[in-house]
């Protein structure tokens, strides 16, 4: 076999090839946010339903999972920074009271040990008191209305 002299070359940086690749590549691109995220959720979702699904539904679900996933991605490569970050804004707005909720419900789950919560029957405020205090008398600050619970 002859020996083939090269002529030119690139030095390899032994594992930052792909990395380096990729910034360049999402250097100036919008990159993933929480709106991009959540279509990709919804795009596993989908997809899952329709694994379950036969003959027109499942053609729909998948229809529906590769449009979330194809929307997902134009957003993360998107080019157009101002318009995603302003769609970004508009879903985390849509979704506050939702994430809101769920953040305290999550609060309640990790304290469950150290406070119980009781629903006034008034208004319907969520009320915290200590657990451990036996048979309690609470009023409601939101309505000032009493109720009697064990805590
Ligand atoms: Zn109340």
Request: some cysteine; glycine content about 6%; proline content about 5%.
């Amino acid at each position: 076999m002859p020996i083939v002299p090269l002529t030119g070359w690139i030095r390899c940086r032994k594992g930052n090839v792909f990395m380096n690749w990729l910034l360049k590549f999402m250097y100036g691109r919008h990159g993933p946010d929480q709106f991009s995220f959540w279509l990709f959720i919804l795009f596993l979702v989908l997809d899952l339903i329709g694994s379950f699904q036969a003959g027109a539904a499942k053609a729909i679900f998948a229809l529906l999972a590769i449009a979330a996933l194809v929307y997902s991605l134009f957003r993360i490569f998107s080019r157009q920074n101002e318009k995603r970050w302003a769609e970004n804004q508009k879903f985390l707005a849509a979704t506050q009271p939702l994430s809101r909720w769920v953040q305290q419900q999550k609060g309640r789950w990790s304290s469950r040990k150290i406070y119980h919560y009781f629903r006034c029957p008034k208004c319907g405020a969520t009320l915290r008191v200590p657990r451990g205090r036996g048979k309690i008398c609470i009023k409601c600050p939101v309505c000032q209305h009493e109720f009697i619970k064990k805590a």
